[in-house]
């Protein structure tokens, strides 16, 4: 965190620990024997604008209108990462960073439930975030010129609280299945109808045999007359 950040943090414990190890951490001489983190990026800005911000004076929120806007007390890059802790948790992470030289500015973790982060009651632009650097803790104004990226961020947020709560285990779902023998009562309406039913099946007589008619002088003759009428009149080729 840059001094100039840390001129607006107060010593209190930070509502959720904040500890980032980077490779090349650890031990003297470069061996390195602690977590390694795999982050991913899923968001970037570069016109991120941070403001003072007064006390929450309700608990209807932040409101932007009593800000500053037009005197940020900084201006750079906004990146939102994810990546797992050496326990496998998901964590995410806001981090205000120089847009030329990369020097962080500040981190406000971000956590599943939705700490960290809290968006205004009166813009769709401006955020309230809770920096942290150690014990040491802010809430700060955040907001963007337009209103598009900050719609982006919404949704990199949300994404996130999806796919870190777990997933609900149908293990211990109940089992509703039949177990043993079961018996079955019918009523009484019931049973002497099947009973009727149950008698022997009548057999029907065979269909009458269609009779032989002779066939007609006139049609013997057209078949020997037939000249197609040989030896292969019956083959299929």
């Not at 995410?92 to 439930?113: I, K, M, Q």
């Not at 039949?178 to 099946?201: A, E, M, R, T």
Request: glycine share 8%.
């Amino acid at each position: 965190m840059s001094q100039r950040a840390a001129e607006y943090l107060k010593v209190r414990p930070s509502p959720c620990g904040h500890s980032r190890l980077k490779p090349g951490d650890g031990q003297a001489g470069g061996s390195d024997n602690r977590y390694r983190m795999v982050e991913r990026v899923v968001f970037a800005a570069n016109d991120a604008r941070v403001y003072t911000i007064p006390p929450l004076k309700s608990n209807a929120g932040h409101r932007a209108s009593d800000w500053d806007v037009e005197k940020p007390i900084w201006t750079g890059k906004l990146t939102v990462v994810e990546f797992e802790d050496e326990k496998g948790d998901l964590k995410c992470e806001l981090r205000l960073s120089d847009a030329n030289n990369g020097e962080e500015f500040a981190v406000a973790p971000y956590s599943a439930d939705g700490h960290g982060v809290e968006p205004v009651a009166d813009s769709s632009r401006f955020f309230a975030i809770r920096v942290v650097d150690g014990p040491r803790s802010a809430m700060l104004g955040l907001g963007f010129a337009e209103r598009s990226p900050a719609f982006e961020l919404n949704i990199a947020l949300q994404d996130f609280r999806k796919h870190s709560t777990p997933s609900i285990e149908l293990s211990n779902s109940r089992d509703y299945s039949l177990k043993g023998p079961i018996k079955v009562s019918l009523p009484d309406s019931i049973q002497k109808s099947n009973q009727q039913d149950s008698g022997p099946v009548p057999i029907l007589p065979p269909p009458p045999s269609k009779k032989h008619e002779p066939q007609s002088a006139s049609q013997a003759t057209s078949e020997r007359d037939d000249p197609f009428d040989d030896d292969f009149g019956d083959f299929v080729g």
